[in-house]
């Protein structure tokens, strides 16, 4: 079977990385205009670079949970892809093996030409060049950008038998906009504690698991091999 993930921040929340849309409005005590907008970059720098910096220090110290690691299980029997939101590399350490980013990876740097440079967890001072001397920028979407894997992410969910939804509020498009590209007889399963409104073009038949990823994804998945 063919399943495709569409996962978001709620799937790190219990290794530690605290979700976007908290009840203060606020990320990680920031407002998101202020670091994760082209605007912010260009305004104050800085303040972009030293943001990301924390995210990144704060990656090395975190671990994939339960609800990674069954995903990873997931391939033993199935040909798996799963398509996140989430800039940190959760899924990578936890062995899966087909990861697209829609909004980037907060490991890599990229200059004005679009090469991507592995920094790892390392914080990199705003200035510092890339090999051919070009200033670096976090390799992120930011709010208003465009996400240039949304047509490949597309296309592979068409393809989907299983569509499984985890830990994103899907609010946030085109990535929301994904759960819309399926076909006619793919199931969708949502796993989140709290519920959420989907509705998609053919109203496939879809479950919500009330309950968080660590908790609920490794019994689920292990109904699956
Ligand atoms: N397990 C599963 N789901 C959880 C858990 C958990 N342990 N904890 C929280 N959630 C759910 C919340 O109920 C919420 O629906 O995760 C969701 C997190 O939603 P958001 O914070 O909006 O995160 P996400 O959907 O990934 O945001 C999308 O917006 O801020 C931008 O670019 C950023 O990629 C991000 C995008």
């Known amino acids: 079977m063919k399943i495709v993930v569409l996962s978001g921040a709620g799937m790190s929340a219990e290794s530690g990385i605290k979700t976007f849309r908290d009840h203060d409005g606020l990320w990680e005590n920031h407002r998101i205009e202020d670091v994760a907008t082209p605007q912010a970059w260009h305004k ?7 943001f990301y910096n924390q995210r990144r220090v704060q990656l090395a110290d975190v671990l994939p949970n339960e609800g990674h690691y069954a995903l990873k299980e997931l391939e033993q029997k199935h040909e798996v892809v799963v398509i996140t939101q989430n800039v940190d590399d959760l899924h990578e350490r936890a062995g899966s093996s087909n990861i697209i980013h829609l909004h980037g ?11 991507v440079f592995h920094v790892g967890y390392k914080p990199v001072n705003y200035g510092e060049k890339c090999p051919k001397g070009l200033i670096l920028r976090p390799h ?18 068409r393809t989907a038998d299983l569509l499984i939804v985890i ?9 929301a906009g994904l759960v819309n590209e399926v076909n006619k007889s793919t199931e969708i399963v949502l796993i989140n504690p709290q519920k959420t409104n989907i509705s998609t ?10 309950g ?6 490794p019994s689920f998945v292990k109904n699956l091999i």
């Open 44 to 50: 104050n720098p800085e303040l972009v670079t030293q």
């Open 201 to 210: 073009p053919y109203k496939n038949k879809f479950v919500q698991i009330l």
């Open 140 to 157: 992120i979407v930011w709010f208003g950008e465009e996400v240039p894997l949304i047509n490949k992410a597309a296309e592979i969910t």
């Open 167 to 175: 830990g994103t509020s899907l609010e946030v498009y085109p990535a």
């Open 212 to 217: 968080t990823s660590a908790k609920n994804l």
């Open 105 to 115: 990876e907060l490991t890599k740097m990229r200059n004005n030409f679009n090469e």
